[in-house]
């Protein structure tokens, strides 16, 4: 299995700042993602970090607002840029391990709170 | 694009009892993997099962068991013996198991909260 970290566990922040919000993996990972879960919602995919490249966003998820960065195998950041009320989420890192194409492992999430 | 379908926002099951939560998914793929995940209040995404498109045989682990419907594109989630921590969200997931922009993605359901009642 795969041990994931993230910081912070949850933050309460002012409308208009910005927060990144670090994933740390305790082995080497093929694959890194960004989740966000709305209050009481389901799971949706931000963006996939690629490793030493761009991270591929998907519709509705732009760049600007949720940089994101991959310097090497076991660790990424996801930014939440100039946030709203509606940034109010749950942020989960998602990782999937070379030789373990069945199972995806999460990290404990960040709870965001934008007042 | 695929999606993943949880009718019942709710579910509740007496503790010792059987539930059973349902899941429907669309894809135009034919090799892709099947996913429950459970969410307690925790966060914390666990894993309660898998089952693999090409496998005809439905997965269990312990408790838990999977009725794997291919053609009706159905994959509902059976907990027996059920027990005051299974209480928690339950997603379904669906995720490609072909290669491309789609590896690796999971897609979930809406997710079923799951109330066990001593």
């Known amino acids: 299995s795969a041990v994931i970290s993230q910081k912070p566990s949850r933050d309460i922040c002012q409308r208009g700042t910005s927060l990144t919000i670090q994933c740390q993996v305790d082995s080497q990972v093929t694959m890194m993602f960004w989740y966000r879960q709305q209050p009481g919602q389901s799971l949706t995919l931000i963006a996939t970090a690629n490793q030493g490249s761009e991270a591929t966003y998907e519709s509705g998820f732009v760049i600007d607002k949720f940089p994101i960065s991959r310097p090497n195998l076991t660790f990424s950041t996801l930014t939440v840029s100039n946030m709203s009320p509606e940034d109010s989420s749950i942020y989960l890192c998602s990782v999937l391990r070379t030789g373990d194409a069945y199972e995806q492992y999460f990290g404990p999430g960040t709870r965001l709170t934008v007042t | 694009a695929q999606t993943v379908t949880q009718s019942q926002p709710e579910m509740s099951v007496q503790e010792a009892e059987t539930v059973t939560l349902s899941c429907t998914y669309d894809?135009?793929?034919?090799?892709?993997?099947l996913f429950w995940y459970k969410q307690p209040p925790s966060r914390q995404m666990i894993l309660v099962i898998r089952q693999e498109a090409y496998k005809q045989q439905n997965a269990t682990e312990n408790r838990f068991s999977v009725n794997f419907q291919k053609a009706a594109k159905s994959f509902s989630l059976k907990i027996s013996d059920s027990q005051l921590g299974d209480a928690a969200m339950y997603f379904c997931?669906?995720?490609?198991?072909?290669?491309?922009?789609?590896?690796?993605?999971?897609?979930f359901g809406q997710g079923t909260i799951l109330t066990v009642h001593p």
């Open positions: 997931a669906y995720r490609s198991a072909e290669g491309g922009t789609s590896y690796g993605k999971l897609t």
């Open positions: 894809t135009s793929e034919s090799d892709y993997y």
